[in-house]
């Protein structure tokens, strides 16, 4: 099995930014995609951005395009979320998914992390 965690989380002042990090551990092979999804306080878990493994598209929800950028490092095996002009609707729990991920000892399934906490606060 793998292995998927997620830092960076944190307090950060509205129009401020903020990194968020997801790095995967064991022998992936490879995968689908991997992607960001949060849920805030009483409310369903939402989409946010995918990037796909070969790290050539990407896709945002509409809510955070032009001020979220996701972005992948092949060789580390780690994925990023630049948040800038964060918002008080940015306030969630962040998770990561590796999407269809396998090698030769595992079929293709999806993990998750076990989200970082994202409050935007004055």
């Known amino acids: 099995q793998f292995q998927v965690a997620e830092s960076g989380g944190g307090l950060v002042q509205p129009g401020g930014s903020l990194i968020l990090s997801c790095t995967i551990s064991?022998?992936?092979?490879?995968?689908?995609?991997m992607a960001w999804y949060r849920q805030a306080p009483g409310k369903e878990r939402e989409f946010v951005a995918e990037?796909?493994?070969?790290?050539?598209?990407?896709d945002y929800a509409e809510s955070v395009k032009g001020r979220f950028t996701i972005s992948r490092d092949n060789a580390k095996n780690t994925m990023t979320l630049q948040m800038n002009s964060l918002k008080y609707e940015d306030t969630a729990v962040y998770y990561c998914?590796?999407?269809?991920?396998?090698?030769?000892?595992?079929?293709?399934?999806?993990?998750w992390g076990q989200g970082t906490l994202v409050n935007v606060s004055s």
């Open positions: 990037v796909t493994w070969s790290g050539d598209n990407t």
């Open positions: 998914k590796l999407g269809g991920a396998y090698n030769w000892n595992h079929s293709p399934r999806d993990y």
């Open positions: 064991g022998d992936v092979f490879s995968a689908t995609s």
